[in-house]
């Protein structure tokens, strides 16, 4: 029997479900689609006159002008949202453990597990669920069980795993254009007929041949494994920089030539000051987890090194920063460009810049710290949760949050950039060296600024990177 599917409901409105739902209402003009969350200023925000949206992404205010309100919708009615669906994305937060049993590694499963028992408590006919947040292996197996145990006669319950692989910043463009859909299912006929049906969504605007069909179990380990071997990349790059930093190799010059063999391939081989985001630390840590319980020491290890030599990268790069200044940073006002943990979100999960800035804390230096997007209070926020002992009053005593890059940079001894935002390369650097101390320094963690003509301005740069002379 073949399912249609013409209301979708999703639940969490966050940066996953929000963009992910608000294409396919505009690709589906057919289908109703609604974004349920129990956040009421989450909605609100969603649902402002004048789109004041709750996240930052290019293109999604356009996204969200053409559908609100036509066949998308916002609502703090999780229970209506279910019942009215016939197909239900659960987009729940799924953050690592912080006590109990697997802390530190685990996924907390809790808002996965809570809204599962609010679509059993309340839904009165036929629902396909998917899980489209990043969970362990066997989560879709959970779920299930929850949903048959709690359910009303006449009313069947399919179970997805449908992945969603957007970044932030480009999440948009990467929604528009998917280098693939990814779908799980159980191999059975109900399976693979609700399989069908998801998969018929996505079709208004994905070529077929990019809509990949798979089991429930490899589905779910797809996403993980995916961003464990993104991540990867990036360690192995990273480590490649230490070495090129005490060699005198040029790390743009190594991805170059490695990437340009075709079976490494070009992208995602940038090195930086480490990678952040609410994905890859989680997702690894996830496989770390899972492969311990499965009883794979060797496996959990292996993928565990990913995150040290991140961690590794980060406390490397603050040192240099240390060392370069004579040793010692204290009293010394250092200027941090960008706070986001990429450019182009106003999302702070991971980011490297609360590291670095908590490790100039530390070594009792004055911060200043500048970004385009993230919300102030973010940042006391996150300063605050990186450093718990220091009430926020003494952390405002050494760390200022700035309204322009020029103005951060003032009076300042380095410039440490910790976002490669565009405008940062090209502000007025001339104007920047001006209101300085000297020696003025820059420290590019993000392989952004052209060296060359900064050190013609007069500045002393160091690249993540570059083993040559400042
Ligand atoms: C990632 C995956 O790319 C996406 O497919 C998945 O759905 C979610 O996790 P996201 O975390 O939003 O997306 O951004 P991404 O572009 O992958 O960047 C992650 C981090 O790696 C950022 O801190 C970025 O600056 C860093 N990075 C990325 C590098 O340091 N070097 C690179 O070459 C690429
Ligand atoms: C390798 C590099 O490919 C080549 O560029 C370099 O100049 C020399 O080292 P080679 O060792 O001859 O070449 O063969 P390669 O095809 O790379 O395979 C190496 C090993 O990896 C083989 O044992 C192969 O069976 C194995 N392999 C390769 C896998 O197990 N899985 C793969 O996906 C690819
Ligand atoms: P992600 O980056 O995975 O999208 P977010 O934290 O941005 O994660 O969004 C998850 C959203 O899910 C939050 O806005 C949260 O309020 C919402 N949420 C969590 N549990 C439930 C639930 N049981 N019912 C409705 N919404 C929920």
């Known amino acids: 029997s073949t399912v249609k599917v013409t209301k979708i409901c999703c ?51 356009d996204v969200v002008r053409k559908a609100r309100d036509r066949n998308l919708f916002f609502s703090t009615d999780v229970d209506k949202g279910i019942q009215d669906a016939d197909l239900i994305f659960v987009s729940v937060n ?9 802390a530190g590694f685990a996924a907390d499963l809790n808002y996965v597990e809570l809204a599962t028992r609010r679509i059993a408590a309340v839904a009165t006919s036929n629902k396909i669920v998917v899980e489209k947040s990043t969970v362990p292996c066997r989560t879709a197996e959970s779920m299930r069980t929850i949903l048959e145990a709690n359910s009303k006669p006449n009313c069947r319950f399919d179970i997805l795993s449908n992945p969603e692989f957007l970044a932030e910043g480009t999440a948009i463009s990467d929604l528009f254009k998917p280098d693939r859909v990814l779908i799980g299912s159980l191999q059975t ?12 969504v996505y ?25 464990a071997m993104l991540a990867q990349r990036i360690s192995s790059i990273n480590a490649l920089s230490a070495i090129c930093e005490a060699t005198g190799a040029n790390i743009d010059e190594v991805a170059h030539a490695v990437g340009f063999d075709s079976r490494v391939g070009p ?12 994905c890859f630390q989680k997702d690894i840590l996830n496989l770390v987890y899972l492969s311990e319980s499965l009883h794979l020491p060797e496996v959990a290890e292996y993928w565990k090194q990913v995150v040290v030599m991140n961690e590794y990268q980060k406390r490397r790069f603050s040192k240099t920063v240390v060392d370069t200044l004579f040793n010692t940073i204290t009293g010394k006002r250092i200027a941090v460009l ?24 530390s070594e009792k230096a004055l911060i200043n710290v500048y970004d385009p997007q993230v ?46 935002w565009k405008e940062f390369r090209d502000i007025d650097w001339e104007q ?39």
């Not at 909605?43 to 709750?54: E, R």
């Not at 450093?387 to 300042?412: D, F, G, H, R, Y």
């Open 432 to 470: 920047v060296y001006k209101g300085m101390n000297k020696p003025a320094f820059v420290f590019d963690g993000r392989l952004l600024v052209d060296a060359d003509k900064l050190r013609k301005i007069g500045f002393k740069v160091n690249t993540i990177g570059r083993g040559e002379r400042m």
């Open 203 to 227: 079709a208004n605007w994905v070529p077929a041949d990019r809509i990949l069909t798979v089991g429930l179990w490899s589905s779910e380990l797809s996403k993980l494994a995916a961003n």
């Open 375 to 420: 919300e102030h209070e973010q940042i006391w926020a996150d300063l605050t949760e990186a450093s718990p002992s220091t009430p926020l009053a003494s952390i405002q005593k050494q760390v200022s949050i700035c309204s322009s890059a020029l103005e951060a940079c003032k009076n300042a001894e380095a410039v440490v950039i910790a976002t490669e």
């Open 11 to 61: 639940i969490g409105a966050g940066y996953v479900g929000g963009p992910t739902c608000a294409v396919i209402a505009l690709r589906c003009p057919h289908v109703q689609v609604t974004i349920v969350d129990l956040n009421k200023a989450r909605i609100d925000a969603w649902n402002s006159p004048d789109f004041k949206l709750p996240i930052y992404e290019p293109g999604l205010e």
């Open 94 to 102: 799924t953050p690592t453990k912080k006590s109990g049993v697997g």
């Open 338 to 361: 960008g706070f986001a943990f990429k450019a182009d979100t106003g999302d702070t999960r991971e980011s490297p810049a609360i590291t670095l800035i908590r490790d100039f804390q």
């Open 189 to 200: 006929l109900e399976g693979k007929a609700a399989c069908s049906a998801l998969a018929e």
């Open 267 to 278: 992208k995602f081989l940038r090195a930086s000051v480490g990678f952040g985001g609410s």
